[in-house]
Every structure is written in C-alpha cells, then in structure tokens.
C-alpha cells in the first residue's frame, strides 16, 4: 500500500455500518478468494452497539478492532494493518508482495 490509511479509508474500504431503529452493528469484511482475480464477499458482525453512540465512539472501535490479529495484519513493507484476506502471506500484503517482491497476481 502507498497510501496512508487513516479511519475514514478503513470505513470505506473494510467496515460496513449498519443502523436499526434499536442499535448500531460494526461489520468487517470477509473476502472469500476463488481465483487470483476472483473473490467473494461477505460480512462478519464485530459489534453491537445502543442506537445513540457518537460518531467518535464507533471510530473507536473501529480503531480497536483494526487492531485485532483475527481481521487485520501489519505489512512489514508498509507498515500498514491491512484486512487479513488482502495480505499475500504474513509478512506482506498484496500490494507491496507484487510491488516489492515480485509477486505477479
């Protein structure tokens, strides 16, 4: 990854929010690989929160759980934490495997 992640690019990119009339659920996303180029998607329910929680307040635990090792890994090229699915190994993600190391998807 070149780009520095900040929380907004974690939002678009790897969470999906979801409000009811009664709560607040915090969704990550799965990438289920069929192919070098072919993927699917699905969502995994992180957190459940009360329907009146701040904005600043599901940053938090957005910033919490892109700290979780069972979602997300730091590329040791970029230093970034990159969902899980987008590494190419434990050590890098997709984008600096092919970037830096060769690796031709």
Request: with cysteine.
């Amino acid at each position: 990854m070149t780009e520095k992640m900040n929380i907004e690019n974690y939002k678009t990119d790897f969470f999906k929010i979801k409000k009811t009339s009664e709560n607040i659920e915090i969704y990550v996303k799965k990438i289920t690989w069929k192919g070098s180029h072919e993927f699917d998607i699905s969502w995994i329910k992180t957190k459940k929160m009360k329907k009146d929680i701040s904005d600043s307040e599901i940053n938090a635990v957005i910033k919490t759980i892109v700290k979780e090792d069972n979602f997300f890994s730091t590329c040791l090229d970029c230093n970034q934490r990159i969902l899980n699915d987008y590494m190419h190994n434990e050590k890098y993600c997709q984008a600096c495997a092919s970037k830096n190391h060769g690796v031709i998807y």
